[in-house]
T-cell receptor
Framework: DQQVKQNSPSLSVQEGRISILNCDYTNSMFDYFLWYKKYPAEGPTFLISISSIKDKNEDGRFTVFLNKSAKHLSLHIVPSQPGDSAVYFCAAIVARNTPLVFGKGTRLSVIA | AAGVIQSPRHLIKEKRETATLKCYPIPRHDTVYWYQQGPGQDPQFLIS???????DKGSIPDRFSAQQFSDYHSELNMSSLELGDSALYFCASSLLAGVNTGELFFGEGSRLTVL
């Protein structure tokens, strides 16, 4: 049973516009949520995270929103740049020192 | 800065053969995680080690085993390989103090192809 779900396998966005990547989860015990970015032939790299006690975390062009009642989080990238084209994984952990649970990923293509 | 090193990057084996993947974590990181990502799939957690002891176990088949050595590098041993074992195997490391936020540092992965 998929605890972290990314229902959109791909997304195309025009350069300069906003990219919104969505993620749903089923486990209400998740404590932290993270977004990882993966380029081809590379391992995932950490992008941004949010604690379950917050509803927003911002880092430059990247903002993550958490809606606990809906068990939904989203990653906003604005403005989108061609270099943002990658696969984005949503992930979560239940507690400290426990393994990450990943979604299937969403492939973002930013078109110049 | 030194990253997580995985070797080999690519490996081709035949069914029923064995394979060993190695992972060298970032210096001073004390925790290692192994993930398996099949084609079009999300990375699935296999097993983790903290201070050379197994700390968590996920969907790791009984044909697989792993350990973390005194120098903190880890090896994933896979025996009686099956076609379905073909995947990208990621190793990730972290320092315990940072793990409460879930931030792991991943290697570039080892791609195993079983023919």
């Amino acid at each position: 049973d998929q605890q972290v779900k990314q229902n959109s396998p791909s997304l195309s966005v025009q350069e300069g516009r906003i990219s919104i990547l969505n993620c749903d989860y089923t486990n209400s015990m998740f404590d932290y949520f993270l977004w990882y970015k993966k380029y081809p032939a590379e391992g995932p790299t950490f992008l941004i995270s949010i604690s379950s006690i917050k509803d927003k975390n911002e880092d430059g062009r990247f903002t993550v929103f958490l809606n606990k009642s809906a068990k939904h989080l989203s990653l906003h990238i604005v403005p989108s740049q061609p270099g943002d084209s990658a696969v984005y994984f949503c992930a979560a952990i239940v507690a400290r020192n426990t393994p990450l649970v990943f979604g299937k990923g969403t492939r973002l293509s930013v078109i110049a | 800065a030194a990253g997580v090193i995985q070797s080999p990057r690519h490996l081709i084996k035949e069914k029923r053969e064995t394979a060993t993947l190695k992972c060298y974590p970032i210096p001073r990181h004390d925790t290692v995680y192994w993930y398996q990502q099949g084609p079009g799939q999300d990375p699935q957690f296999l097993i983790s080690f903290y201070e050379k002891m197994q700390s968590d176990k996920g969907s790791i088949p009984d044909r697989f085993s792993a350990q973390q050595f005194s120098d903190y590098h880890s090896e994933l041993n896979m025996s009686s390989l099956e076609l379905g074992d073909s995947a990208l195997y990621f190793c990730a490391s972290s320092l315990l103090a940072g793990v409460n936020t879930g931030e792991l540092f991943f290697g570039e992965g080892s791609r195993l192809t079983v023919l």
